[in-house]
Nanobody, 127 residues
């Protein structure tokens, strides 16, 4: 079992920045892809950004491209989500997820393919 703990959420004005962190512990695997999802009130959970387990393939939702960046520090078992130029529409609970992937060149955007989830961290962007 993999435990994921997110941090870094908060309240920020539109145009501001936040960096989310996700620390993994437990039975981590070097074939776990990592991703960030978010869920706004009354909406379904949606993919935000992900990185393949090879660390070379990145994918982003169209709504966050050129504003968000996912990165990782293997030595710290930590993945980050740098969020810039935040908009009120980015307000949501952000979840870190990990899941075994057969291919080192794939980033799944489907929540069902991730089997470990953090508790979530609230991001609120005021206008």
């Amino acid at each position: 079992q993999v435990q994921l703990v997110e941090s870094g959420g908060g309240l920020v004005q539109a145009g501001g920045s936040l960096r989310l962190s996700c620390v993994a512990s437990g039975r981590t695997s070097n074939k776990d892809a990592m991703a960030w999802f978010r869920q706004a009130p009354g909406k379904e959970r949606e993919f935000v950004a992900g990185v393949s387990w090879s660390g070379t393939i990145f994918d982003y939702a169209d709504s966050v491209k050129d504003r968000f960046a996912i990165s990782g520090d293997n030595a710290k078992n930590t993945v980050y989500l740098q969020m810039n130029s935040l908009k009120p529409d980015d307000t949501a609970v952000y979840f870190c997820a990990s899941g075994w992937q057969r291919s080192p060149w794939v980033v799944s955007t489907t929540a069902a393919e991730y089997d470990s989830w953090g508790q979530g961290t609230q991001v609120t962007v005021s206008s």
